[in-house]
Nanobody, 115 residues
Framework: QVQLVESGGGLVQAGGSLRLSCAAS????????MGWYRQAPGKEFEVVAS????????YYEDSVKGRFSISRDNAKNTVYLQMNSLKPEDTAIYYC????????WGQGTQVTVSS
């Protein structure tokens, strides 16, 4: 079981940047592929980006390609999501989880992008 705590969200103007962090507990963090997910009002839950256990295989959802960057530091049990050129449609609650997602979710972090 991995416990997850997301942070770094906030209110930002369109075109701005945020860096999300996800601190994970558990000695086996480095063995998990990880993902960032988001839930926007009235929209389906979606995976935004994912990264394999070594950081070598990375996926981005089409709408964030070229703007978001996922990375991880296994020594710190942390996965990051650097978000640049933010758009109002990026407004959502962002969560991290393993990939595929486990049943154990953190509280998420709210990202609000104003136009």
């Amino acid at each position: 079981q991995v416990q997850l705590v997301e942070s770094g969200g906030g209110l930002v103007q369109a075109g701005g940047s945020l860096r999300l962090s996800c601190a994970a507990s558990g000695r086996t963090f480095s063995s998990y592929d990880m993902g960032w997910y988001r839930q926007a009002p009235g929209k389906e839950f979606e995976v935004v980006a994912s990264i394999d256990w070594s950081g070598g295989i990375i996926y981005y959802e089409d709408s964030v390609k070229g703007r978001f960057s996922i990375s991880r530091d296994n020594a710190k049990n942390t996965v990051y999501l650097q978000m640049n050129s933010l758009k109002p449609e990026d407004t959502a609650i962002y969560y991290c989880n393993t990939n595929p997602a486990s049943v154990y979710w953190g509280q998420g972090t709210q990202v609000t992008v104003s136009s």
